[in-house]
């Protein structure tokens, strides 16, 4: 299950009017630790922003995130489902954090339900807010991110032909060993005494 961490950076961005404005951002990052959400970050962005700051990381409770790639603004979905608590036995509430890439509320709660159901448990989407996230990061280990930068080349193996020929078998001399055993049986010819 990944573990998603919410990054703030912040930096300079200059204007069409030459002016240079701050700057802050928030970007969702799937990684392991607070310092590989960092280091994952400095990756990501280094190359399209050079100098920037990062404000904050914090864990994040996301559950799932649904990417459509037609748009770029993302809502935060809060599911509410009945279900049995494992410890008691009894029926508890319990509630869920999902991010969605939509256009717009509608369309963040139909893209929900649509991958929700596939769900038996009845939920209730109860909370749909716009998220201030620009982007989300998901987990690329670092040989696939060297080899989508071009630092590192993909080996190609060669292709190993597995089917074999059956080699044709040259017959040199068929011995008939019954016809070998009645020859030496005719009669006339006397068998060698044990």
Known sequence: MATWFQCK????????????KMVSE?????AVSFTDAEARLYRSL?????????????????KEIFNYEDCET????????????ESSGKEK?????????????????ERIDEQLKSWVIPYEITDVNLS?????IPYISEEEEMIQSG??????????DDT??????????????????????QPGKASPAI
């Open 46 to 62: 280094g190359s399209s922003i050079p100098d920037f700051l990062i404000q904050s990381v914090s864990k994040t409770g996301f």
């Open 132 to 136: 201030p996230i620009v982007e989300v």
């Open 93 to 109: 509430r319990f509630t869920s954090l999902m991010l969605v890439s939509a256009q717009n509320c509608r369309q963040a709660i």
């Open 164 to 185: 074999f020929e059956l080699e044709s078998e040259e017959v040199i001399e068929e011995i008939d060993l019954e016809s070998d055993a009645s020859e030496s049986e």
């Open 74 to 85: 993302w809502y935060k979905c809060k599911i509410a489902y009945h279900d049995v608590d």
């Open 9 to 20: 950076i912040q930096y300079a961005k200059f204007l069409e009017n030459d002016k240079m």
């Open 151 to 160: 630092r590192l080349k993909r080996v190609q193996t060669p292709e190993i």
């Open 26 to 30: 928030t970007y969702l990052v799937d």
